[in-house]
């Protein structure tokens, strides 16, 4: 069988269904979860900030009449003044850990890029700044990846090409890369909202992502974890045929054929869970978003990139994340 060619990374999700949807998510979802300041558009100034006296000329809606009549002076008014609204700052974190290379047919960093490309074109229809920060993806961090137009889209999307088909060694295994997010506290403004697009089972030794996660939970801001879930259609392909274990680091299995039953498939489940009820306590703070359910794959040995293409076109409106993120950026 000839070889596949790389993973298609334009989302099947188009933009036509998308605007569709979020039209039908305003008038039907809760306002909730990246906060009330996605509501704001671009010129407004929502937040009040103090009485000052009123200047003839100025807008007379700022007025505060009550105020104004307690001066006693028939021509003392007094108007509000408000902070200067900045425009929303989108972050998306893209977690590039070799394990999101994986399963090979329909890798968890290609379902990755394309989350990203839905939250990112419903930010910039909104006029919202975007970054997007590879996190975990080498020896040496990556750059934050400025989005405001289709140039710096094909940028990200040509970074995400490059680590798929990155050569592997065996040592690469064994290696835990730093999450590399110094450089986002910079956009780190009162009106960010974060989103990590992860399977949720990485390494934090030295607590360099909880740090960043609790920071970015601060001053009201919102931390989304949106949880690509393919150990269902994993657990399928060892239960479809015996199978070899693969040589990682120093661990060599040799030939031996294994098969999957209901005890190892039960510990693996459970050792699954374990980690992200870890990650979660880690990271727990007031702003954090994580839905129970994640985007799972479906529970289907032959699955492959032409079903996972129609998959996530079902998938994606019915995602818990989809409706708390999409509704409120309008």
Avoid at 103 to 127: C, F, M, R, Y
Wanted: proline share 7%; aromatic share 10%.
């Amino acid at each position: 069988m000839a070889k596949e060619g790389p993973f298609p990374l334009l989302s099947p999700f188009s933009g036509a269904a998308l605007r569709r949807l979020r039209l039908k998510l305003r008038k039907a979802a809760p306002t909730a979860g990246l906060g009330a300041h996605l509501h704001r558009r671009m010129g407004q100034s929502l937040e009040f900030r103090e009485y000052r006296d009123y200047n003839f000329g100025e807008d007379i809606r700022k007025v505060d009449w009550s105020a104004s009549a307690r001066q006693g002076q028939k021509w003392d008014f007094v108007s509000k003044s408000f902070e200067a609204e900045e425009r929303r700052t989108l972050i998306i974190l893209l977690d590039c850990r070799l394990a999101m290379r994986l399963p090979e047919k329909v890798p968890k960093l290609g379902v990755a890029v394309w989350i990203a490309q839905t939250l990112i074109t419903a930010a910039l229809e909104e006029q919202d700044r975007v970054v997007v920060m590879p996190v975990f993806s080498g020896a040496t961090p990556a750059r934050p990846i400025r989005i405001d137009g289709a140039k710096s889209l094909a940028a990200m999307t040509a970074f995400v090409a490059e680590v798929l088909n990155r050569p592997v060694i065996q040592d690469d295994w064994n290696r835990v890369p730093p999450a590399g997010l110094s450089p986002l506290r910079t956009f780190l403004k009162p009106s960010a909202a974060v989103v990590m697009i992860t399977d949720a089972l990485f390494d934090d030794p030295n607590s360099e992502f909880a740090s960043f996660a609790r920071l970015a939970q601060k001053n009201f801001r919102t931390f989304h974890i949106v949880e690509i879930d393919s150990w269902p259609y994993e657990q399928a392909l060892l239960q479809a045929k015996p199978f070899r274990l693969q040589s990682i680091g120093e661990a060599v299995f040799g030939d031996q054929l294994c098969e999957a039953d209901d005890a190892y498939l039960k510990e693996a489940t459970d050792q699954l869970h374990a980690r992200r009820r870890d990650i979660r306590a880690r990271v727990s703070g007031p702003g954090l978003v994580w839905p129970k359910e994640g985007m799972r794959y479906p529970v289907d040995p032959v699955f492959d990139r032409a079903a996972a293409q129609n998959w996530f076109r079902n998938a994606l409106p019915q995602a818990p994340f989809f409706a708390s993120l999409l509704s409120r950026a309008g």
